[in-house]
């Protein structure tokens, strides 16, 4: 791990140390907006979703006014449930519970389905975020089950969680850094069942991803092929970057977060140091814009004519309030008070005359497929959401 000079991080964000608390004031058309009020109009629009198990809303185009919706197996699927818990931990508001319940138990066979690497994301953000209301069993049972399923796609020889199975012409044994967001399935599943055995292989994958996924300067690859034999790299790449050397923004976000979270459960000065590394790595780029919300891809040569990606901004922003806690360094809450102040205005705001069950505009999702670029995406508002429980807490 490469040491970091923060120094100069914190002298340079003092000046962003202005709060983020509901109510700030975003200009439009010189006529004060009051975003609080913008915001409450969006929240009560996911009231008005139908209930349906197979239209989970992930993004929507505005060009066609149309909603991307998705069954269970799709790796967003957890995320609308959690909105929905995180909004009534927010606004104390029974029919957010309400809606969540109905909601939640679509995620549920998603537990058993050792196809997808993603187990943590459709079960954590669903059932974990219930279980921070509700102390259910039934909950408890859900994330344990996941876990074991999880566990199913890793390889001791490798030391990691295998992520997607297409492509096998292209790689023997990808892991991509988003895995390290599943982690957090695993480390509780031990915590609740006092089964060490989930524990271990989080452990085991973050530390072959420590040891693997980054360059000298502390950003990432997004993708690590493996042989599965031998466990030696085969060589890395990227699915979702401009291309293999490149920056992906969300990948850098995910990295962040990954890395915090498992320090919070292991205490692992390495995982600390990394996110750390990443952190500064991200808020010091050249090309991020002015307001902090990155390009979906920092090193696009299209820049500044680049899509920007709010999702990889409150990815980080969430992360960076958890990394806040344990450092207690001043720049880290200065940047994403900076992101937080940014998305919490009309430019990043979806607006309310859009019927649609998301909260915020200019989002990116998959830049090299041309899918949903410069659009409402579902994760943004569920990291936005948990970005503003832990600037509260």
């Known amino acids: 791990m490469k040491n970091v000079n923060f120094v100069s991080l914190t002298l340079g964000f003092a000046s962003l140390m202005t709060a983020c608390k509901p109510g700030i004031i975003a200009q439009k058309n010189n006529t004060a907006v009051s975003t609080e009020k913008l915001l409450e109009t969006r929240y009560k629009m996911l009231l008005d979703y139908p209930v349906d198990s197979m239209s989970m ?49 679509f995620s549920k066979k998603e537990s058993v389905n050792s196809n997808s690497h993603d187990v943590g994301f459709k079960v954590f953000c669903s059932f974990g975020e219930a279980l921070k209301v509700e102390n259910k069993k039934e909950y408890e049972a859900v994330i344990i089950k996941g876990a074991e399923t999880l566990c199913t796609r890793f390889n001791p020889k490798v030391g990691s969680i295998r992520s997607w199975d297409f492509n096998k012409e292209i790689w023997d044994y990808p892991v991509i850094i988003d895995n390290m967001m599943n982690l957090e399935l695993l480390f509780e599943a031990s915590k609740i069942s006092g089964n060490p055995k989930y524990r271990d292989v989080a452990i085991k994958h973050a530390n072959t991803t420590l040891k693997n996924q980054f360059r000298d300067d502390n950003s990432c690859y997004h993708v690590i092929d493996y042989n599965p034999t031998t466990g030696a790299v085969r060589k890395k790449t990227t699915l979702q970057g401009y291309n293999d050397d490149s920056v ?6 995910w990295a962040v977060y990954g890395f915090t979270m498992s320090y919070r459960y292991t205490k692992d000065s390495a995982y600390l140091n990394q996110a750390e590394g990443t952190a500064h790595f991200f808020m010091a780029h050249k090309n991020l814009p002015e307001d902090g919300i990155p390009y979906w891809d920092l090193k696009d040569p299209g820049i500044p004519n680049s899509p920007r990606d709010v999702s990889a901004a409150m990815v980080m922003a969430s992360a960076l309030y958890e990394l806040y806690t344990y450092t207690q360094n001043q720049s880290y809450l200065a940047f994403a008070d900076k992101l937080m102040a940014s998305v919490q205005s009309d430019k990043y705001i979806l607006s309310t005359a859009i019927n649609a069950p998301f909260l915020l505009d200019h989002s990116t999702g998959n830049w090299p497929k041309h899918d949903e670029i410069d659009e409402p995406i579902i994760y943004a508002d569920y990291y936005f959401l948990e970005a503003l429980l832990r600037k509260r807490s």
């Open 57 to 105: 809303p992930r993004s929507m185009n505005l060009k066609t006014n149309e909603i991307r919706k998705v069954p269970s197996k799709d790796w967003t699927s957890g995320f609308f449930a959690g909105n929905l818990w995180q909004l009534y931990r927010l606004t104390g508001d029974s029919r957010y519970k309400e809606q969540a319940q109905k909601w939640t138990p």
């Open 248 to 253: 992906w923004a969300r990948g850098q976000a």
